[in-house]
């Protein structure tokens, strides 16, 4: 089971403390690089845009020169960003350890540095906005895990926690949504990364666009949650640490006392009964094969033939009945935008212009577009105050 996403409420004077005030006439190198390494342009790229060398957009970057006002406005424009995104105060970046990428020794080092950069802007938002609306508390536990009874203890005390029982999840993406994750993607750069999760005051998961189907989709929610539980301040992406979140993922999706009871027990595999299992839970049949497996109900000879009767029959990635379970799209931030758009006209361009992020930016960092600009001026109905 899964309980009803948590609808973010809308406080004025929360608002009112959101928008920061901005240090005049400072320009940050590493925020040309952030934003620079967030659209994944090299030096070339960027200086072909805004005719300039490559040479000196490194000093720029460096610190070494300083930009006229003119380049300025070329560089936010050519990024994406506004003019004063480069006098921004630095806010701690998206670190290695708190960024949990599955497969990441084969993920090239750009592409790893550009989900960093972008992680640091979506996080900037987010921040803000959740210093206007009151978004569900982060109710993540922190469950250091050793070995594997330890893994399929910290899957049956988050469900406890969560209150989810014993039975199947009707929306994994709701359970991360209550437990306070924000799940957006990264145009461009999640379908080369497929999942990832942000270990950050307001956990960020980031999705695969792609749109796989439904069931591989929870469980990589599944198997982020898992790192983000088990893995607090560690550097994943290694085999270890990615048999443990998969180990996770298969234990809150698929409770041990539930599965023993549920899954038939037979010589030959009953095929029938796991794709009504599939349907009941809204795991593939490939995932009830590995978690029977796990816990010795299916020898290693009964698991490798089941295997290979997937793959025989094309069912490595689309699995029969894929199409008959419904995917899981976010809500808690497209219902944020909405509240607060709701509530005051024009609030969310107003914490993207104070996170420095115009249109385009905001679309590759949170995957979603901007409202349109209000037609009338609401300085008079927000008031802006400094922190």
């Given at each position: 089971?899964?309980?009803?996403?948590?609808?973010?409420?809308?406080?004025?004077?929360?608002?009112?403390?959101?928008?920061?005030?901005v240090?005049?006439?400072?320009?940050?190198?590493?925020?040309?690089?952030?934003?620079r390494?967030?659209?994944?342009?090299?030096?070339?790229?960027?200086g072909?845009?805004?005719?300039?060398?490559?040479?000196?957009?490194n000093?720029l970057?460096?610190?070494?020169?300083?930009?006229?006002?003119e380049?300025?406005?070329?560089?936010?424009?050519a990024?994406?960003?506004?003019?004063?995104?480069?006098?921004?105060?630095?806010?701690?970046?998206?670190?290695v350890?708190?960024?949990?990428?599955?497969k990441q020794r084969?993920?090239?080092?750009?592409?790893?540095s550009?989900?960093?950069?972008?992680?640091?802007?979506?996080?900037?938002?987010?921040?803000?906005?959740?210093?206007?609306?009151?978004?569900?508390?982060?109710?993540?536990p922190?469950?250091?895990v050793?070995?594997?009874?330890d893994?399929?203890?910290?899957?049956?005390?988050?469900?406890?926690?969560w209150?989810l029982?014993?039975?199947?999840?009707?929306?994994?993406?709701?359970?991360?949504?209550?437990a306070?994750?924000?799940?957006?993607?990264?145009?461009?750069?999640?379908?080369?990364?497929?999942?990832?999760?942000?270990?950050?005051?307001?956990?960020?998961?980031?999705r695969?666009?792609?749109?796989?189907?439904?069931?591989?989709?929870?469980?990589?929610?599944?198997?982020e949650c898992?790192?983000?539980?088990m893995?607090?301040?560690?550097?994943?992406g290694?085999?270890?640490?990615?048999?443990?979140a998969?180990?996770?993922?298969?234990?809150f999706?698929?409770?041990?006392?539930?599965?023993?009871?549920?899954?038939?027990?037979?010589?030959?595999?009953?095929?029938?009964?796991?794709?009504?299992?599939?349907?009941?839970?809204?795991?593939?049949?490939?995932?009830?094969?590995?978690?029977?497996?796990?816990?010795?109900?299916?020898?290693?000879?009964?698991y490798?033939?089941?295997?290979?009767h997937?793959s025989?029959?094309?069912?490595?990635?689309?699995?029969r009945f894929?199409?008959?379970i419904?995917?899981?799209?976010?809500?808690?931030?497209?219902?944020?935008?909405?509240?607060?758009?709701?509530?005051?006209?024009?609030?969310?361009?107003?914490?993207a212009?104070?996170?420095?992020?115009?249109g385009?930016?905001?679309?590759c960092?949170?995957?979603?577009?901007?409202p349109?600009?209000?037609d009338?001026?609401?300085?008079?109905?927000?008031p802006?105050?400094?922190?």
């Amino acid at each position: 089971m899964a309980a009803q996403m948590a609808a973010p409420a809308f406080d004025a004077d929360r608002l009112k403390r959101t928008i920061s005030m901005v240090e005049p006439h400072v320009f940050d190198g590493d925020r040309l690089r952030l934003a620079r390494v967030a659209k994944g342009y090299t030096l070339d790229d960027l200086g072909g845009r805004v005719s300039a060398t490559r040479q000196y957009l490194n000093q720029l970057e460096q610190g070494t020169k300083l930009p006229s006002e003119e380049m300025i406005e070329a560089l936010a424009a050519a990024l994406g960003v506004t003019s004063h995104f480069f006098s921004l105060s630095a806010r701690g970046g998206v670190s290695v350890e708190q960024c949990h990428f599955r497969k990441q020794r084969t993920t090239p080092v750009s592409v790893v540095s550009q989900v960093l950069a972008r992680g640091t802007l979506l996080d900037g938002f987010v921040s803000r906005l959740d210093q206007a609306l009151e978004l569900p508390e982060v109710s993540f536990p922190d469950i250091p895990v050793t070995c594997t009874s330890d893994i399929e203890i910290a899957a049956k005390q988050a469900r406890e926690q969560w209150q989810l029982g014993t039975g199947p999840i009707s929306s994994m993406m709701r359970v991360v949504e209550n437990a306070g994750a924000v799940v957006s993607f990264f145009a461009g750069v999640s379908e080369r990364v497929d999942a990832l999760s942000i270990d950050r005051p307001r956990p960020l998961i980031i999705r695969s666009e792609a749109k796989p189907a439904a069931c591989r989709l929870r469980f990589d929610l599944a198997h982020e949650c898992g790192h983000l539980v088990m893995h607090k301040g560690i550097v994943t992406g290694d085999k270890a640490t990615e048999d443990q979140a998969n180990r996770f993922a298969s234990a809150f999706l698929l409770p041990r006392s539930a599965f023993i009871h549920e899954f038939p027990r037979s010589r030959m595999l009953n095929w029938t009964a796991i794709f009504e299992m599939k349907l009941r839970w809204k795991v593939s049949a490939s995932a009830i094969l590995r978690r029977a497996y796990d816990l010795k109900i299916l020898s290693a000879d009964q698991y490798r033939t089941g295997c290979i009767h997937l793959s025989k029959t094309g069912q490595r990635k689309f699995e029969r009945f894929d199409d008959e379970i419904a995917p899981e799209m976010p809500e808690l931030l497209p219902s944020a935008l909405v509240a607060l758009e709701q509530a005051y006209p024009g609030a969310v361009r107003r914490i993207a212009d104070d996170a420095g992020i115009e249109g385009d930016m905001f679309e590759c960092v949170a995957g979603l577009g901007l409202p349109e600009r209000p037609d009338h001026d609401l300085t008079n109905i927000i008031p802006i105050s400094g922190r």
